[in-house]
């Protein structure tokens, strides 16, 4: 199966192109989704390739820790915590080799329906509920991963009503610039929230 997507987010078009080809770049990019701005994190897998020749979690799994994390930790950074995170990135692998042959387009290829997705991807190491329903509306929206029940299993990042919400929908640097506005919105509301509380 060859994973064909429209995800354009790191302005970069050899990054974007690997992320929109390549299932082990998606979910490794998008596992390094947190604190970091979405170019950055997204970019992240291309870097690895780049300086590894490759993206094959077996291989990534079997590598020293000690040297995995050097790797990750040359400039530019994958990350802001690249030591943290190249570890979790490595334990991800870990978990792709034990429980999914070792390719991350396994998570969803034979998903029969949106819960089975979910859990899947909420079993990997880094993945909480909101990035779980993050990644499973990028594989719908992006990607046209749709098993049964997906717009649950995404909860509101589903909702394609012309406000973006997450990378999810993400086709120009317009749209991201319309996310980072969206999110500066609720976190000032939340902010306002907690006050009158």
Known sequence: ??????LYVTGDPDADGLLCSDANALVIGMLLVQQVP???????????????GHLEPA?????DEDAF???????????????????????????LVADHGGSAETLWAD???GPTLAGRLRALPGFGPEKTKIFVAVLAKRFGVRPDGWEAAAGGFAMDDGVPRSVADVTDPSVLAAIREHRATQKAAKGSVDKES
Request: charged share 25%; glycine share 6%.
């Open 38 to 52: 979405l170019e950055w994190a997204f970019r992240g897998p291309h870097s690895l390739r780049e300086r590894l």
């Open 59 to 63: 291989r990534f799994a079997a590598m």
């Open 111 to 113: 998903a029969p329906d």
């Open 69 to 95: 994390v050097a790797v990750c930790c040359e400039k530019p950074a994958i990350h802001r915590f690249p030591a943290a995170m190249g570890r979790r990135v490595q334990a991800m692998c870990a978990a």
């Open 1 to 6: 199966m060859t994973l064909e997507g429209t």
